[in-house]
Nanobody, 120 residues
Framework: QVHLMESGGGLVQPGGSLRLSCAAS????????MGWYRQAPGKQRELVAN???????TYADSVKGRFTISRDYFKNMVYLQMNSLKPEDTAVYYC??????????????RGQGTQVTISS
């Protein structure tokens, strides 16, 4: 099994910044993509940002230019630097990782989530 632990959420004012971190631990052969989803009350889950094992990144249009995803391949960690935060960024943010857990099995794992609230 793979365990993902997020940290770094909190309450900030509009225009502020937060940095989310996620650490992957457990039994796996390789981690392919890692990234972040978010879900606000009453809204569908949204893929915010993703980073492949090759370093390629993708972002939701709503966060382009404000959020930056990065990864530490040795520590099996992924980060999300969030700048110029807006009230509409308020959501629970979930880390995910696509892991090779055996020769024939790749499985997606998700963390428990961390609350991000943007409010004055």
């Amino acid at each position: 099994q793979v365990h993902l632990m997020e940290s770094g959420g909190g309450l900030v004012q509009p225009g502020g910044s937060l940095r989310l971190s996620c650490a992957a631990s457990g039994s796996f052969l390789w981690i392919y993509a890692m990234g972040w989803y978010r879900q606000a009350p009453g809204k569908q889950r949204e893929l915010v940002a993703n980073i492949s094992d090759g370093g390629g990144t993708t972002y939701a249009d709503s966060v382009k230019g404000r959020f930056t995803i990065s990864r530490d391949y040795f520590k099996n960690m992924v980060y999300l630097q969030m700048n110029s935060l807006k009230p509409e960024d308020t959501a629970v943010y979930y880390c995910h990782a696509d892991c090779q857990i055996s020769k024939a099995v790749v499985e997606e794992f998700r963390g428990q989530g961390t609350q991000v609230t943007i409010s004055s």
